[in-house]
């Protein structure tokens, strides 16, 4: 399993028992870091941390709520008990407990837990990450995004503004830290069909069909897809590169959205089975 471009890195992946976050555990300890999975799933997380030991790399799962500042200080204590330091830090969690909406009908609590999950999460696990990254001579960040952060839509507004929230942090973050090597950068998926989205699609293929048509590359991405930017982003091939937000979309955002717009329609049109949510 290992390939030893990331020989000895310690790395943690927030939300790493799946998806996007899972598959990341798995790449970079396929490259031979040793990486802590921090997640509130504990099952999924450990069967995450197995899976990857039975592949031959070196795994540990954390529960951990990463709306508590006490949880996110553990975590990083837990990662460097258990491996002795911290290079790499991947902040990958998105949650909520209440329908998004826009500011007419988002509740504050709902407003406020996006908040401190989406953007207060990253903030806390900086402030205690970067001393322990720096110590261990410099290494990187990687902040999960979204093409929403680019690109607005109706009823989200709790989550448009945490994802184009991040895009900054990212950028002001790099400034920051990169005096003292480290580097940080931010990822922006398209629709990327996980471990839940995949049952979903099952459920609906139709729907999933009319995604597909939306992308240049006609297809919708998978955790793989983001795992391996991220790869990048923290090897030194990409040793230039901080405050960058790279988009991994197959080409969703670059598209003119009046012409989008009309293909979607001519697509309904020949396909009138299809189930709309």
């Excluded at 949650?95 to 953007?119: C, I, N, Q, R």
């Excluded at 261990?136 to 999960?144: H, R, T």
Aim: charged share 20%.
């Amino acid at each position: 399993m290992n390939t030893g471009s990331l020989d000895t890195k310690v790395v943690i992946v927030t939300g790493g028992a799946m998806g996007i976050g899972g598959s990341t555990a798995r790449r970079l300890a396929g490259e031979g870091a040793r990486v802590l999975i921090a997640d509130y799933i504990e099952d999924a997380a450990q069967a995450n941390a197995e899976r990857i030991r039975t592949a031959g790399g070196e795994a540990e799962a954390l529960l951990i709520d990463v709306s508590k500042a006490e949880d996110i200080e553990r975590m990083v204590g837990h990662a460097l008990d258990r491996f002795g330091a911290l290079h790499i830090l991947v902040n990958n969690v998105w949650g909520s407990k209440e329908p998004d909406g826009s500011a007419e009908d988002l509740t504050e609590s709902g407003w406020d837990y996006a908040m401190e999950v989406g953007l207060k999460s990253i903030f806390r696990a900086a402030k205690h990450a970067v001393p322990h990254i720096r110590a261990s001579g410099g290494g990187s960040i990687v902040n999960i995004a979204s093409v929403h952060g680019l690109l607005m839509a109706p009823g989200k507004l709790a989550y448009e503004t945490v994802k184009s929230a991040v895009i900054g942090m990212t950028k002001q973050m790099a400034c920051d830290f990169g005096p003292d090597g480290i580097r940080v950068n931010a990822i922006c998926p398209g629709h990327i069909v996980t471990e839940r989205g995949q049952a979903h699609r099952e459920k609906n293929p139709g729907l999933h069909d009319l995604f597909v048509a939306q992308y240049p590359v006609r297809r919708t991405g998978v955790p793989d897809d983001i795992a391996n930017a991220i790869r990048f982003l923290v090897s030194e091939e990409a040793s230039f590169i901080t405050g960058h937000t790279l988009v991994v979309d197959g080409g969703l955002t670059i598209q003119l959205q009046e012409n989008l717009g009309v293909a979607q329609a001519k697509y309904l049109r020949d396909h009138p089975d299809i189930d709309l949510p």
